[in-house]
């Protein structure tokens, strides 16, 4: 359709770019046009590269594209980012600066003073941060405390939530493709177990920064 939007995907080949890729597939607004991923894969079509876990089969236009490598110049004026944050950080700096708005998964720059994190349904109003015409991040945060921080955040704006204990068994999904790779979860055990000492923390920051903000979201009012 000539009024998409071509954007790039980078981590194309694991399983959160993926998801990216096929909730972009027939977008009416956006066209994965570049897909960006390791070494390994760059130079590959995306079919031959991809280890493919999606319900919805990859389309034939999609499997065709050939991936891009990260030191690939791209032409794409919008970023979807879900590599790992060892590699995106610095490439999400890079491309925001050259002018592109990179909307991220990654967890390397959820921290930073003066980038959106945002939960769309707790504080949409920080999109307000971003200049239109100018390169920018925005990040969506950890898996689990995205939900935790829409259940409390309206909690907290009326009657001032002090403490919350949660569980999370993100483990082993969160050690992403390779753990899919595997028919025992013993075999990941100490892979999972370390994930989830990262994820914990992850999880306590992204909620405690969404949390501090949510009172003051009109868009959560």
Request: proline share 4%.
């Amino acid at each position: 359709m000539s009024n998409q939007l071509s954007v790039a995907v980078l981590g194309a080949t694991g399983l959160v770019g993926q998801g990216i890729v096929a909730l972009l597939t027939n977008h009416p607004r956006f066209r994965p046009a570049e897909l960006i991923a390791s070494p390994r894969s760059a130079g590959k079509r995306y079919g031959e590269a991809v280890v493919w876990r999606e319900q919805t089969p990859l389309q034939p236009s999609i499997a065709a594209l050939e991936v891009l490598g990260t030191d690939a110049e791209i032409a794409s004026s919008v970023v979807f980012s879900s590599a790992t944050s060892a590699v995106s950080t610095a490439l999400e700096t890079r491309y925001a600066g050259e002018g592109r708005l990179v909307i991220s998964s990654a967890s390397g720059h959820r921290m930073d003073a003066h980038v959106p994190l945002v939960v769309p349904e707790v504080n949409a109003a920080h999109l307000q941060l971003v200049q239109r015409g100018r390169g920018a991040i925005v990040t969506n945060c950890n898996c689990a405390a995205m939900f935790v921080a829409m259940v409390l955040a309206p909690l907290h704006r009326d009657y001032t939530v002090e403490a919350v204990q949660v569980t999370t068994l993100q483990a082993v999904s969160g050690a992403g493709i390779r753990a899919s790779r595997v028919s025992t979860f013993s075999t990941t055990s100490s892979r999972c177990r370390e994930k989830k000492r990262r994820s914990s923390a992850s999880c306590r920051r992204c909620s405690d920064r969404c949390l501090l903000t949510a009172s003051n979201s009109p868009h959560s009012r």
